[in-house]
């Protein structure tokens, strides 16, 4: 007899899970950490980031432009160095999250260093923990193979300020690199591809050596290595509150070890409510253009952006993804700075098209939506609608697109365990309401 004829959960299973919402009213609750107006609710202070979308008046949202800032620093400021000294952003950065301060070149250069000398894996990991068992999704390989970097460390348990800096720095270093070999024994074990092993070269940035190890001939332009370089500074941090970030702070105040922290959040940042949204964004657009004769014409386009809203196209679900964020109402400077960078690299090549019909897409949707559900919430596009095209003309295949976030990330997350492990001081713990009313009454085998 199979498991779903013993078990009848698999007919009931919403209804033994169903909470009636009247509950959430009754007492309340304010589901996903949100206050009814949309806004998060406050759940600890943080010095790392900043995500501004909106202004408070007397209790009321006002939209604003959106800002985001490390360590108190513009993220516009940070990325617009342009100067012949300053190749690649990402390792400041990261310096930047982690350290407090930004760098002189002297620092940056020996975290560099630290970074370029702890690319090395364990003696055989590559064959005996990516490429055996391997899964078939490359973001649960990556925080398997995180668990499995802690039985290679004598000290996994040390919860000294020297092992945590070391452990973060190692996973900085060490992700990107695990990340291509994942992928390449996924394809190699699922879809009969070849298994593809570039050692990584010292010396070159984060960016460089994820596209070197990438590309079969190693080959890349430094135009395609700085535009990936700012993905991962733009993919970085992003406040305390994001679900993998918070996912970091709920494992920290449990004083659980550093890998199985970031293997945790790495599960988070799958979920396609967060990072793996992308994939949505990705198909939907692809469906889109599949069925708009003319990208050019916006009446065709506006027709189809209202039949996703209506539920009548792409995953029935009335979603436009790519607009609309839980902080950012005017504008998401992630998405702002990512545009600049896009139109750019899609000038005069086959992107260009592609190009404008996404403009086209973040200029209509917020009007499609207020015409068809008269929704006056202010929405603007966020990083996701550039992010895999972006992606997409650097040749990166969709099945990193997630796993590249986690590798930027990163350094998100190490600030975030530092600050916690040092101001938390107690383990986060909130409160769920029981909806039943006093006790039921037991009764033996025999009368149930």
């Given at each position: 007899?199979?498991?779903?004829?013993?078990?009848?959960?698999?007919?009931?299973?919403?209804?033994?899970?169903?909470?009636?919402?009247?509950?959430?009213?009754?007492?309340?609750?304010?589901?996903?950490?949100?206050?009814?107006?949309?806004?998060?609710?406050?759940?600890?202070?943080?010095?790392?980031?900043?995500?501004?979308?909106?202004?408070?008046?007397?209790?009321?949202?006002?939209?604003?432009?959106?800002?985001?800032?490390?360590?108190?620093?513009?993220?516009?400021?940070?990325?617009?160095?342009?100067?012949?000294?300053?190749?690649?952003?990402?390792?400041?950065?990261?310096?930047?999250?982690?350290?407090?301060?930004?760098?002189?070149?002297?620092?940056?250069?020996?975290?560099?260093?630290?970074?370029?000398?702890?690319?090395?894996?364990?003696?055989?990991?590559?064959?005996?923990?990516?490429?055996?068992?391997?899964?078939?999704?490359?973001?649960?390989?990556?925080?398997?193979?995180?668990?499995?970097?802690?039985?290679?460390?004598?000290?996994?348990?040390?919860?000294?300020?020297?092992?945590?800096?070391?452990?973060?720095?190692?996973?900085?270093?060490?992700?990107?690199?695990?990340?291509?070999?994942?992928?390449?024994?996924?394809?190699?074990?699922?879809?009969?591809?070849?298994?593809?092993?570039?050692?990584?070269?010292?010396?070159?940035?984060?960016?460089?050596?994820?596209?070197?190890?990438?590309?079969?001939?190693?080959?890349?332009?430094?135009?395609?290595?700085?535009?990936?370089?700012?993905?991962?500074?733009?993919?970085?941090?992003?406040?305390?509150?994001n679900n993998s970030t918070f996912t970091t702070r709920v494992l920290t105040s449990a004083d659980t070890d550093p890998y199985s922290t970031y293997a945790a959040a790495i599960g988070s940042l799958?979920?396609?409510?967060?990072?793996?949204?992308?994939?949505?964004?990705?198909?939907?657009?692809?469906?889109?253009?599949?069925?708009?004769?003319?990208?050019?014409?916006?009446g065709q386009v506006a027709d189809y952006l209202a039949k996703i809203v209506n539920r009548e196209a792409y995953d029935r679900s009335g979603l436009v993804y790519g607009i609309g964020h839980a902080?950012?109402?005017?504008?998401?400077?992630?998405?702002?700075?990512?545009?600049?960078?896009?139109?750019?690299?899609?000038?005069?090549?086959?992107?260009?098209?592609?190009?404008?019909?996404?403009?086209?897409?973040?200029?209509?949707?917020?009007?499609?939506?207020?015409?068809?559900?008269?929704?006056?919430?202010?929405?603007?596009?966020?990083?996701?609608?550039?992010?895999?095209?972006?992606?997409?003309?650097?040749?990166?295949?969709?099945?990193?697109?997630?796993?590249?976030?986690?590798?930027?990330?990163?350094?998100?997350?190490?600030?975030?365990?530092?600050?916690?492990?040092?101001?938390?001081?107690?383990?986060?713990?909130?409160?769920?309401?029981?909806?039943?009313?006093?006790?039921?009454?037991?009764?033996?085998?025999?009368?149930?």
């Amino acid at each position: 007899m199979g498991t779903e004829k013993r078990l009848d959960l698999y007919e009931n299973f919403n209804a033994i899970n169903t909470i009636a919402p009247e509950n959430y009213d009754t007492y309340s609750v304010k589901r996903g950490l949100r206050n009814p107006d949309g806004t998060g609710v406050v759940a600890g202070v943080t010095n790392i980031s900043s995500v501004h979308g909106y202004l408070l008046s007397d209790g009321v949202k006002i939209p604003d432009d959106g800002r985001l800032s490390y360590r108190g620093y513009d993220l516009y400021d940070l990325l617009s160095d342009e100067s012949g000294d300053r190749r690649f952003a990402y390792e400041e950065i990261s310096y930047l999250l982690i350290m407090g301060k930004l760098p002189t070149r002297t620092e940056l250069d020996g975290y560099i260093a630290s970074i370029d000398a702890a690319r090395e894996l364990p003696d055989g990991f590559t064959a005996s923990k990516i490429m055996r068992d391997t899964p078939r999704d490359v973001m649960n390989l990556l925080s398997r193979s995180i668990l499995q970097l802690y039985v290679d460390d004598p000290d996994a348990e040390d919860r000294s300020a020297k092992h945590e800096i070391t452990t973060a720095i190692s996973l900085i270093s060490r992700l990107p690199r695990i990340m291509v070999l994942s992928y390449y024994a996924v394809r190699a074990r699922y879809f009969g591809e070849s298994m593809i092993l570039h050692r990584f070269t010292p010396g070159e940035s984060t960016a460089e050596t994820i596209l070197s190890m990438l590309r079969p001939d190693r080959s890349y332009t430094q135009q395609e290595a700085r535009m990936l370089d700012i993905m991962l500074c733009l993919h970085a941090e992003h406040g305390g509150g994001n679900n993998s970030t918070f996912t970091t702070r709920v494992l920290t105040s449990a004083d659980t070890d550093p890998y199985s922290t970031y293997a945790a959040a790495i599960g988070s940042l799958k979920g396609r409510k967060h990072g793996g949204a992308n994939h949505q964004i990705i198909a939907m657009q692809n469906e889109l253009m599949e069925n708009v004769a003319d990208w050019e014409d916006d009446g065709q386009v506006a027709d189809y952006l209202a039949k996703i809203v209506n539920r009548e196209a792409y995953d029935r679900s009335g979603l436009v993804y790519g607009i609309g964020h839980a902080v950012y109402t005017k504008s998401d400077p992630r998405a702002v700075i990512l545009k600049r960078f896009a139109r750019d690299l899609a000038e005069g090549t086959e992107f260009e098209a592609k190009f404008h019909l996404l403009e086209s897409i973040e200029r209509l949707a917020p009007e499609v939506i207020l015409a068809e559900k008269g929704t006056k919430k202010d929405m603007c596009a966020n990083v996701d609608m550039y992010s895999g095209f972006v992606y997409s003309m650097l040749g990166i295949p969709e099945d990193l697109f997630t796993p590249l976030f986690a590798c930027a990330r990163m350094s998100g997350w190490a600030a975030h365990r530092f600050e916690e492990i040092v101001s938390g001081k107690r383990i986060i713990r909130p409160a769920y309401k029981s909806a039943h009313q006093g006790l039921r009454q037991w009764k033996p085998m025999g009368e149930r």
